[in-house]
T-cell receptor, first 112, second 111 residues
Framework: EAQVTQNPRYLITVTGKKLTVTCSQN?????MSWYRQDPGLGLRQIYY???????DKGDVPEGYKVSRKEKRNFPLILESPSPNQTSLYFC???????????FGSGTQLSVL | GQQVMQIPQYQHVQEGEDFTTYCNSS?????IQWYKQRPGGHPVFLIQ?????EVKKQKRLTFQFGEAKKNSSLHITATQTTDVGTYFC???????????FGSGTKLNVKP
């Protein structure tokens, strides 16, 4: 089944404790991206990647890192999480030449 | 800027009533996408509009792209409880994989 898989689904952590949210897609998509969703603000793009080893900042990249060492994986790293990073996070992928986004199931992160 | 404004923020309707959400931009859009997110779920692609004045239908859903390509709407005829969710429009920014989403319209349908 074609899908974007995110883990974990829920995560509660404390300020300053490094964490990684994983994202994997099995559709051989070139493009992958990360979004955060906050009430009243819609989805805001954090980082995106056009292919392996090619990443760029979205609208709200501060406090986040990403890497794209393999085509299928695009992890989101929070080196030192803070409470304002409490949010619902979505990974998405799309095929080059097709702008339709496929989203993962989301990761609800709470930073205490 | 590159943001898209979406209204209304919330809409409560009785089952069987119609529903419309609007998406507006201050600049011309190359295209506009619509997504639906069920409660507790993830956004799911509905449609992409590209041409000026384009109208597309999916069963009870009608999508329109304005003549000036600065606004779009999603209209649902005779809502059902399965229509409950948040509807987002999205525009592409500069750069192929850069997207800007509207704040969404949350639809609640009372049976």
């Amino acid at each position: 089944e074609a899908q974007v898989t995110q883990n974990p689904r829920y995560l509660i952590t404390v300020t300053g404790k490094k964490l990684t949210v994983t994202c994997s897609q099995n559709m051989n998509h070139e493009y992958m991206s990360w979004y955060r969703q906050d009430p009243g603000l819609g989805l805001r793009q954090i980082y995106y990647s056009m292919n392996v080893e090619v990443t760029d900042k979205g609208d709200v990249p501060e406090g986040y890192k990403v890497s794209r060492k393999e085509k299928r994986n695009f992890p989101l790293i929070l080196e030192s999480p803070s409470p304002n990073q409490t949010s619902l996070y979505f990974c998405a992928s799309s095929l080059k030449g097709d702008e339709k986004l496929f989203f993962g199931s989301g990761t609800q992160l709470s930073v205490l | 800027g590159q943001q898209v404004m979406q209204i209304p923020q919330y809409q409560h309707v009785q089952e069987g009533e119609d529903f419309t959400t609007y998406c507006n931009s201050s600049t011309t859009l190359s295209n506009i996408q619509w997504y639906k997110q069920r409660p507790g779920g993830h956004p799911v692609f509905l449609i992409q509009l590209v041409k000026s004045g384009e109208v597309k239908k999916q069963k009870r859903l009608t999508f329109q792209f304005g003549e000036a390509k600065k606004n779009s709407s999603l209209h649902i005829t005779a809502t059902q409880t399965t229509d409950v969710g948040t509807y987002f429009c999205a525009r592409r920014g500069y750069g192929f994989n850069k997207f800007y989403f509207g704040s969404g319209t949350k639809l609640n349908v009372k049976p």
